[in-house]
């Protein structure tokens, strides 16, 4: 396989589906998938992602780390419901005041979970390979399926879902954060075609996977798909 | 032979001190008036000399009582970082006693200041010009700046309307005020946001009658919302990081020590219950050399700091054996955040993959 189509992805959960269209497809020599949660935990990173890498020469790495915090915060409604900067939720006919947090936090909170340390590490394991970032999977609005597979939410469910406009406000800030560490790393940032979106800017349905946050493997490879066309757009 | 002297304490003499001998042993604290309980609900302002009040205090297990936190999603070291029970509320520095009063009046809104926003540091968003320092990256815009600030509102009065006992550390005399209604800033537009422009805002110098006036209205007010508040007033040791006086910057910091010091112990005299706690004489005394102020000559170092808590905890406060209960409602939300916590690690690896 030529070195320029090979894209090497690293990242955590939402790598999973992207892994799996390929072993399913078996049509994607050109995609490596590390999972980093995944690498034995006792060999240091630097060694675990080149034995992962190993006998693979990429053209270009894409990151696709954490990204699920905006669920883990937003999913459910929060025991005390915060509201996010002055995020329009007061058109809600059951509006009750919301502990209102500035943005400006929310986005220093994401920016910790975005392992901002992480991210030069693993661009700098390969000097010569473009530098890709993509995008967490938006959220998934029906509440059907989360009580269907709550995962962690089990348990928890009583508590009712966010408010949508919140857990939009919330998925579009931890985007803004990926996009300004992508530049800070002279990253290109990808973000996931309108295809994936339903109306309302969720997760469309075909791609909700059996949790309540990741993409299925139709979604992966949808992402498999996105990262050839950016790597050929690059090119 | 008598003299007036004769007999009295040896704390009025100042050979008998025994921090002469040993800096350490220093201790010009008067018995206070009354103590503060483990329980009691202690709210502090001030210069930036409150924040080590502040600290302490929560650190000897004392109910420093704050109102305004930051929401349980936030880790605790993010709060701190953007100022969140550094003090009560999210005040901010509070370095004059106009600037307290204003305070006071804006949380229970008998006064709106016409300057509503500032220009972000780098151009971008806003800052509250009467905390420009306190939302670090500013707000998006003027709306959630109101937001945040009616929500801060709240919690200022809600933490005068529920305290035991008011610490204030007085801190400065110089202020800059908006020339359209007599708002005071605890800095000059375009230290930390905003444009200076000289017609904009002028400088004022407070006066003693100007301090003693303002620090006493708020106390008032604030004895008239809890009768039963008792209150400490301490002046701060760190001197004037600069002065807009043609003067050099310790002839400044003297007269302005003197004034805060001398309203402080007017309104000692003019209220009840009312005391006031010496960390400026502590840190500043002869006894200690200067060994209390750090390289810079201004910052105080924590062995002064430890050295005036240690005191302030001696003589003001009498440990209870009665803490303070986690209610329910907390219980659930620290429950409800841990379990969050955990789903970062665990929502990452429950994508099975299975229903394409």
């Not at chain 1, 390929?22 to 999972?35: E, H, K």
């Not at chain 1, 920016?111 to 992480?118: M, S």
């Not at chain 2, 800095?187 to 100007?210: C, H, I, K, M, R």
Request: proline share 7%; aromatic share 10%.
């Amino acid at each position: 396989m030529p070195r320029e189509r090979n894209i090497l992805l690293i990242g955590h959960s939402h790598v999973n589906c992207v892994q799996a269209a390929a072993r399913r497809d078996g049509n994607l020599p050109w995609l490596r998938v590390i999972n980093l949660r995944r690498l034995d935990a006792e060999t240091s990173l630097d060694r675990a992602v080149q034995a992962a890498a190993s006998g693979f020469d990429p053209a270009a790495v894409c990151l696709c780390l954490g990204g699920n915090f905006h669920n883990v915060v937003g999913t459910l409604e929060h025991p005390v419901p915060f509201s996010l900067g002055t995020m329009g939720i007061a058109g809600d006919p059951d509006y009750k005041p919301r502990h209102m947090i500035p943005r400006a936090l929310v986005r220093a909170l994401f920016r910790q979970r975005a392992y901002p340390d992480l991210v030069p590490r693993l661009y700098d394991f390969f000097p010569q390979a473009e530098r890709l970032m993509l995008n967490a999977p938006p959220p998934v609005a029906d509440f059907d399926h989360i009580r269907a597979f709550p995962g962690i939410h089990a348990g928890k469910l009583g508590l009712g879902p966010a408010p949508s406009e919140l857990r939009l406000s919330l998925y579009a800030l931890q985007t803004e954060v990926f996009r300004a560490i992508a530049e800070e790393h002279a990253a290109r940032f990808i973000t996931q075609p309108d295809a994936i979106f339903d109306s309302d800017g969720f997760l469309a349905k075909p791609y909700f996977n059996n949790d309540p946050t990741h993409g299925n493997q139709a979604y992966g490879l949808e992402m498999a798909s996105l990262l050839q066309t950016s790597l050929r757009c690059a090119a | 032979m008598s003299h007036p002297y004769y007999g009295l304490p040896d704390r009025q003499f100042w050979k008998k001190e025994p921090g002469i001998t040993d800096p350490a042993n220093l201790d010009p604290v008067a018995a206070p008036p009354f103590k503060i309980a483990s329980r009691d609900r202690i709210v502090t302002a001030g210069s930036c000399f409150a924040q080590h009040v502040a600290r302490y205090v929560e650190k000897a297990g004392f109910n420093h009582h704050v109102t305004e936190s930051a929401h349980p999603i936030i880790p605790k070291k993010l709060a701190e970082a953007h100022h969140y029970g550094m003090f009560s509320a999210r005040y901010g520095n509070v370095y004059t006693a106009r600037q307290l009063r204003q305070l006071i009046s804006r949380a229970y809104g008998t006064f709106v200041p016409a300057a509503q926003a500032w220009t972000g540091q780098s151009g971008a968003g806003v800052v509250d010009p009467f905390r420009p320092n306190i939302q670090p990256g500013g707000y998006t815009d003027l709306a959630e700046l109101t937001a945040d600030r009616a929500q801060h509102l709240a919690a200022v009065r809600r933490a005068f309307e529920e305290m035991d006992v008011f610490i204030f550390t007085l801190g400065l005399t110089e202020a800059w005020i908006d020339p359209r209604d007599g708002a005071v800033f605890p800095l000059a537009p375009g230290v930390a946001g905003g444009t200076y422009d000289a017609t904009d805002v002028s400088f004022q110098n407070f006066d003693e009658g100007e301090v003693f006036e303002d620090l006493l209205a708020s106390l008032r007010f604030l004895r008239m919302r809890r009768p039963k508040l008792r209150i400490v007033l301490t002046v701060s040791p760190v001197p004037l990081n600069a002065t807009f006086e043609d003067r050099h910057v310790l002839v400044s910091n003297t007269i302005s020590k003197a004034i805060l010091r001398l309203a402080a112990e007017k309104c000692v005299r003019s209220m009840q219950n009312c005391s006031y706690f010496p960390s400026f004489e502590i840190v500043t005394s002869p006894h200690v050399g200067g060994r209390y102020f750090a390289e810079d000559r201004r910052e105080v170092t924590p062995i002064g700091v430890d050295h005036v808590m240690r005191l302030f905890l001696k003589h003001y406060t009498i440990k209870t054996d009665d803490a303070l209960p986690t209610g329910d409602t907390q219980g659930e939300v620290i429950r409800h955040q841990e379990l969050m916590e955990r789903a970062v690690e665990v929502l990452c690896d429950e994508s099975a993959i299975e229903n394409a």
